[in-house]
């Protein structure tokens, strides 16, 4: 029998239950127990939910409070003492590395958190010592919570994170040097002994994730993998069976890593992603290796395509026969909502082409019963997904002629700014009057409960339309207002009107729908509800202009428009899977084209078009994919902001520091401004920006603001420093990591004050 498996399960729960919670519990407001007594809920119920679906093969511990990488850290005991020290109950010292401590005399930050491979999922980085030691946990995570269904009488894989995976995904902490992977022999004895105590707790199976092996690895990683899995597949008898998982991409170019694993019962691949990778690991399995094939999508929304996905099962089990293959899912199904049952407001049409995490649960179910009984068993399953993917390949929907004909008039004129960046910049400070150090915010202030309310109720239709615009203009004044108090030089509105950054553009264009409750984590209770594009893209009407308009006439101050750019806007929507992502991308670049002429035009002399994703979106790999992407990336940027005139100061965002390998990237934007999360980095990583002979401005942030925590105003001075020590004072800004909205205003107003104090002193010391 083929059997069917899942690689994860999202945790948030049906209407973000989880969220709501740990929130609570950081507010006081629910005590440890109710919080943990939620979790151990959510747990149940997901399992229920993919018992009575019928999955045979369950994940566990695939539930975590704030990150599952952050679990791992405890589960090991890579605690940095900074966080030890406190003795704080185990919870509270992992929300603490998750997000900083400033309470009762405990001042600590948060460790640094990147995203999950190109996902919009961030991990909170292992941090490590020079003399790292490492210890397991004395009840396991994967243990605990493996007991706890199997108590609730359902059998689970627990998945851990493998060992080369963790290491080689984290980093030698501040102030020290040691290179993460050399420290396998140390924590290999870890795996030995949870491995053990898993297999004493009852588990028959579990899946060790291995993501990073779709990675060009470094040779030291790459060859970490022999003696660790040969040392884990020789436990045999004494440890549970093995599922070996890999995701987001291809292992073809590591082939040569399977040798070493053919003692494993089960090697996972991507075959969502990679499709074309199947021979060749089928090739290199050992001759009783099963293989588990990702079939339906982890990342994304459509439907399955049945036929098509049976195909490609049917391939394997020619090669290995029926008892040697499993359906699975493409990767864990974090990176989808929950499910499509709770969207009442979908329409028909489209509704039928969807497919979340609850109904990704039942379409592994239908496959494997389809190739172990044959489609006459599951037929009218298999009647109704053939009609549903032939409705949306001819839907009028999907294809709009005007929007077609548009591009294929883009010439490559349009991708570039009238004059280069000396002439641009001359003409910039006639109008911009800007003192040294200009200090600006990211765009966003707190979304406080109250305009997250009065939106709900616009949105319900309990105020009208001109009560709500009332109200986002009262809350521009109140913003506008701060900055000025705050003293600082360019303004923004502060997006009050945003519900997200990209969902709010969705909501404007056509070719978009979107979802009331199909909500997916983004970092810790953060969660985003992703517009579908579902059909070629245009821009009915302007977007953003009014608001901008509005705030521009109520101060003297130069106000920044605020766009979201085509790449991010691509990258954290559920792309459609039907037109090269490229394409999208082109469509996305001209509507937002039109509203930056359409600002400039209103008077906006600042604008600002973030592409925070655009690095999310490379290739995993090296290579020819990732030359490719580059360039149509950079393309739409540049054809979404080259319509404005010289004077006319384009400014672009980027949250994460990893820009070295990319900086070229970043360069041939060719934005006069750029700000970049860079806090909680070393300042080394600015290096890049000297030795490239950058020549337009720079904004490295100066403090993070994923945490509460308040910086104090000799921090920022000194990361001022360490940043001058790359750049040079007339090229730098200063400006907080990212947006501010998921701020409250206290700490937002005291941190920008310590901002505001450092530009000054570092305006008087090199004004002498
Ligand atoms: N899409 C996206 N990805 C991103 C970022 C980003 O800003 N956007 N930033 C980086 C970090 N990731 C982030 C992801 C989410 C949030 C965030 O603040 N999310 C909000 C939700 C944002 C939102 O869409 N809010 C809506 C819906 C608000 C809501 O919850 N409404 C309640 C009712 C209102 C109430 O009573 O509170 C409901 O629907 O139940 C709105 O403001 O209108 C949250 O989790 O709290 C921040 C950063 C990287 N990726
Ligand atoms: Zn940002």
């Known amino acids: 029998m083929v059997q069917s498996s899942i690689l994860g399960f999202p945790r948030m729960g049906r209407l973000r239950d989880l969220k709501k919670a740990t929130e609570a519990y950081w507010s006081d407001k629910i005590s440890r127990d109710e919080l943990l007594a939620e979790g151990k809920r959510l747990r149940l119920e997901h399992w229920k939910i993919q018992k009575d679906a019928g999955v045979d093969v369950i994940p566990s511990n695939d539930f975590a409070f704030y990150d599952q990488v952050l679990d791992h850290h405890q589960l090991f005991g ?81 998945v851990i994170l493998g060992p080369v995976s963790f290491l080689t995904l984290g980093k030698a902490d501040r102030g020290q040097s040691v290179d993460p992977i050399t420290l396998i022999e140390k924590l290999l004895p870890l795996y030995v002994e949870l491995l053990s105590k898993l297999k004493d707790a009852g588990v028959e199976d579990v899946q060790i994730d291995e993501p990073v092996l779709v990675f060009d690895l470094a040779e030291k990683s790459k060859a970490a993998f022999k003696p660790v899995y040969e040392k884990l597949g020789a436990l045999g008898a004494q440890a549970p069976r093995i599922t070996f998982a890999t995701y987001f991409g291809d292992i073809v170019h590591n082939i040569d890593v399977l040798a070493n694993l053919q003692s494993l019962h089960s090697i996972h691949v991507d075959l969502v992603r990679n499709p074309e990778q199947l021979d060749t690991v089928v090739a290199a399995l050992g001759p009783k290796q099963i293989l588990s094939a990702g079939v339906v999508d982890g990342r994304n929304i459509w439907k399955t395509n049945f036929k098509a996905a049976i195909e490609k099962v049917e391939n394997a089990i020619q090669k290995l026969g029926k008892d040697r293959v499993i359906v699975a899912t493409s990767s864990s199904l974090l990176h989808v909502p929950h499910t499509l049952a709770s ?184 969660c985003v509800r992703p517009p579908i ?173 994923h945490s509460p925590r308040v910086p104090t105003e000799q921090e920022i001075k000194d990361r001022i420093e360490e940043m001058l020590a790359y750049l040079t004072p007339a090229q730098t800004w200063l400006n907080p990591d990212c947006g501010l909205k998921t701020r409250g205003w206290p700490e937002t107003k005291a941190a920008l004050t310590a901002m505001v104090n450092a530009a000054k002193y570092f305006r008087q010391k090199y004004s002498q």
């Open 78 to 158: 890579t605690i940095p003492e900074r966080y030890s020290k406190y003795n704080l109950n185990p919870l509270d010292e992992y929300f603490a590395m998750g997000r900083g401590l400033q309470k009762e005399g405990i001042d600590v930050p948060s460790l640094e958190m990147v995203k999950w491979f190109d996902s919009n999922y961030h991990y909170v980085k292992p941090t490590l010592q020079d003399n790292q030691e490492f210890k397991l946990a004395a009840e396991p995570k994967p243990i605990v919570e493996f007991l706890e269904a199997k108590a609730a009488g359902i059998t689970t894989r627990p």
């Open 343 to 526: 969207e009442k407001a979908l329409d028909a049409e489209v509704r039928d082409w969807f497919s979340f995490a609850v109904e990704k649960a039942a379409e592994v179910v239908v496959i494997a019963k389809a190739v172990t009984e044959g489609p006459a068993a599951v037929r009218e399953q298999l009647e109704a997904n053939a009609k549903s993917v032939q409705a949306r390949a001819s839907s009028a929907r999907t294809n709009d002629p005007a929007v077609k004909a548009r591009q294929a008039a883009v010439t490559p004129e349009m991708h570039n700014r009238k004059s280069a960046f000396p002439e641009r910049y001359a003409e910039q400070t006639k109008t911009l009057k800007l003192p040294l150090f200009p200090t600006t915010t990211i765009g966003s202030f707190p979304q406080t409960k109250d305009i997250r309310i009065q939106r709900n109720k616009f949105t319900k239709g309990e105020i009208t339309p001109e009560e709500y615009e009332k109200f986002i203009e009262k809350e521009i004044q109140e913003v506008v207002k701060i900055q000025e108090e705050l003293d600082l030089d360019v303004f923004v509105h502060g997006e009050p009107e945003r519900n997200d950054m990209v969902q709010y553009f969705g909501e404007r264009l056509t070719g978009y729908v979107f979802t009331t409750h199909a909500w997916v984590q983004s970092y810790g209770s953060r």
């Open 533 to 705: 594009i579902v059909g070629d893209i245009s821009r009915p009407a302007p977007m953003t202009v009014k608001e901008s308009k509005y705030a521009a006439s109520i101060s003297p101050k130069p106000m920044k428009g605020m766009l979201t750019g085509p790449i991010t806007c691509l990258r954290w929507s559920f792309p459609r899977d039907d037109v090269h992502q490229s394409v999208q991308a082109q469509q996305l670049a001209l509507a937002l084209r039109d509203e930056v002429v359409d600002l400039e035009a209103a008077g906006i002399a600042v604008i600002q078009v973030d592409e925070p994703a655009l690095r999310e979106g490379l290739p995993l790999r090296t290579g020819e994919a990732r030359v490719a992407y580059l360039k149509w990336a950079v393309d739409s940027f540049k054809l979404s902001t080259a319509g404005v005139t010289d004077g006319t100061q384009i400014h672009s965002h980027f949250c994460y520091s990893e820009f070295q390998d990319f900086f070229h990237a970043i360069s041939a934007l060719d934005a006069d401004v750029l700000s970049i999360e860079n806090s909680k980095s070393d300042a080394k990583l600015l290096k890049v920006f000297i030795d490239e002979a950058y020549p337009r401005h720079i904004g490295p942030g100066v403090y993070d603001i």
